[in-house]
């Protein structure tokens, strides 16, 4: 499991770079980041470097922030492994809520952030599904090769 740190925006010129701001001046680097907006809001869920300290910083800077658990996932970067993976969540009625790509220095591996409504299960499936759930340090070690 993974810890992903979401930000409410507002629509406004300069929230996301405020945030950005906020980030880079406390020497947090994001790893990956998804922004789904909608009219008078955004939701700007972000992998960093110290979730921790990000969660804090951004909380104190005003603003509203939560903390989620997500699965980080290692597939082959072929064209159905990622249907895959989800076609065996779905048959185990395991719903995923969202999705995004993620960071990586790798060639043959493609890392996606997922958030199923049952996380343990999920994890359960995976190699079953043909896809590894990657650890906080395993994420890590393949940002930084």
Do not use: W
């Amino acid at each position: 499991m993974l810890q992903q740190i979401t930000a409410v925006l507002e629509n406004k010129p300069g929230r996301l770079s405020g945030i950005l701001k906020t980030l880079s001046e406390g020497e947090i680097d994001i790893n990956g980041i998804s922004i789904a907006d909608s009219v008078d809001y955004g939701l700007c869920r972000m992998i960093l470097s110290d979730p921790e300290k990000g969660r804090r910083l951004l909380s104190s800077a005003g603003f509203i922030v939560q903390s989620t658990e997500v699965m980080a996932l290692e597939v082959s970067d072929n064209p159905g492994s990622l249907q895959q993976v989800l076609e065996t969540f779905s048959l185990a009625g395991i719903n995923i809520q969202y999705v995004y790509a993620f960071g990586t220095k790798l060639s043959e591996k493609a890392m996606i952030i997922l958030k199923p409504d049952d996380l343990h299960q999920a994890e359960k499936l995976c190699l079953q599904a043909g896809a590894k759930s990657l650890s906080p340090k395993e994420v890590e070690a393949r940002l930084t090769k």
